[in-house]
């Protein structure tokens, strides 16, 4: 069965400080795909992310960037020099090649960034 | 512009009361699915849909209903309502055609149902 736990439930940084989410995923496939989604206070759900079992490399998006470790079984998300803007519920997921149909949502870490 | 339109946002009502919350996307995508979000609980798949007149239920399907008669629609219809679907529904249609799971998503519909 495939699980995602984010353990952190809410953090509070000071504007411009760091901070890393984090994700730890379960699953027995050997192909999947991690997912990032972000909820603003607006309530909408944003997509941010998707990366592929297969491919490994970190990748970065201006202030983001995001850390894959299959050993770990972790896909960490890393805000740099955070915002007000960036206060929101993230959602880490996974889904599956064979069940790609159910994408499973972890609980979700809320973020304030306190100015 | 894509879009995924849910309604109604925001309803109020009381148990026992049948209701539909529509659902339809404009960019004919097979697959559309609906959750509902809860606090501590993250979202949770009510139900899916891989093409019309394909449906499946997903880990909390109890006391929903689905059909899929055509692309662009998915309604989401609740039969007899309980005040333990108070909830906020999210539907999402898949945002490219390569089926990996990634979501596009409405804007949401908060239910209480007393």
């Known amino acids: 069965a495939q699980k995602v736990t984010q353990a952190q439930t809410e953090i509070s940084v000071v504007e411009k400080e760091d901070v890393t989410l984090d994700c730890v995923y379960e699953t027995r496939d050997t192909t999947y795909y991690l997912f990032w989604y972000k909820q603003p206070p607006s309530g909408e759900l944003v997509f941010l992310i998707r990366r592929n079992s297969f491919d490994e490399q970190n990748e970065i998006s201006g202030r983001y960037s995001w850390n894959f470790q299959k050993s770990t079984s972790s896909f960490n998300f890393t805000i740099t020099a955070s915002q007000v803007v960036d206060s929101a519920v993230y959602f880490c997921?996974?889904?599956?090649?064979?069940?790609?149909?159910?994408?499973?949502f972890g609980p979700g870490t809320s973020l304030s960034v306190i100015p | 512009e894509a879009q995924v339109t849910q309604n109604p946002r925001y309803l109020i009502t009381v148990t026992g009361k049948k209701l539909t919350v529509t659902c339809s996307q404009n960019?004919?995508?097979?697959?559309m699915s609906w959750y509902r979000q809860d606090p501590g609980l993250g979202l949770r798949q009510i139900y899916y849909?891989?093409?019309?007149?394909?449906?499946d239920k997903g880990d909390v399907p109890e006391g929903y209903k689905v059909s899929r008669k055509e692309k662009r629609n998915f309604p989401l219809i609740l039969e007899s309502p309980s005040p333990n679907q108070t909830s906020l529904y999210f539907c999402a249609r898949g945002l490219r055609g390569d089926n990996t799971g990634e979501l596009f998503f409405g804007e949401g519909s908060r239910l209480t149902v007393l």
């Open positions: 849909s891989m093409n019309v007149e394909v449906t």
């Open positions: 960019m004919n995508h097979e697959y």
């Open positions: 997921a996974l889904s599956t090649k064979t069940s790609y149909d159910k994408v499973i």
